[in-house]
Every structure is written in C-alpha cells, then in structure tokens.
C-alpha cells in the first residue's frame, strides 16, 4: 500500500489542530458563565451610571410612536 503524500498529512494535522483547538475554546467559554443580567427594565434607568458626571444629564425614558398620517 502507498503512502499517502505528505500535503494529506499536513492538511489531516491542520484539520485536527483546528477541531481541538475549537473544543478547548468551546470549553474555556463555558467556565465563565454568569447569570443573565437585564440592562433595561422598561420604566427608569435605574441601576445605569455615566462615565462621566452627569451634572448636565437630560436623559429620560419615554415612548416615541410614528405617525401614519404624517410619514416624514
């Protein structure tokens, strides 16, 4: 039986460095999990801060709708 050329080799190594080196990524991921944090709760902003001082802060919550009848 012949041999086969040493670009299959290189390329069944490279193919399988890829697959391990994907399950340890996979793996790594998997260690930094943490319970699901919502970011806005709909009503106010509580639990935001700026990262700068807000001393000139106009944010506020509010709805917007759009307007059929006037589509500008």
């Known amino acids: 039986m012949k041999s086969p050329s040493p670009f299959v080799w290189l390329a069944t190594v490279a193919w399988m ?3 391990a080196a ?3 990524a996979d ?10 944090i919502g970011l806005f709760n709909g009503k106010d902003l509580k639990g ?3 990262q700068e ?3 000139n802060s106009q944010w ?4 917007a709708a759009l ?3 006037d589509p500008r």
């Open 60 to 63: 506020t919550v509010g709805t």
């Open 22 to 24: 994907g399950a340890l």
């Open 67 to 69: 307007d059929p009848q």
């Open 53 to 55: 001082p807000a001393q």
């Open 48 to 50: 935001w801060r700026f």
């Open 17 to 19: 460095v890829t697959l």
């Open 27 to 36: 793996l790594s991921f998997a260690a930094d999990v943490r319970e699901w």
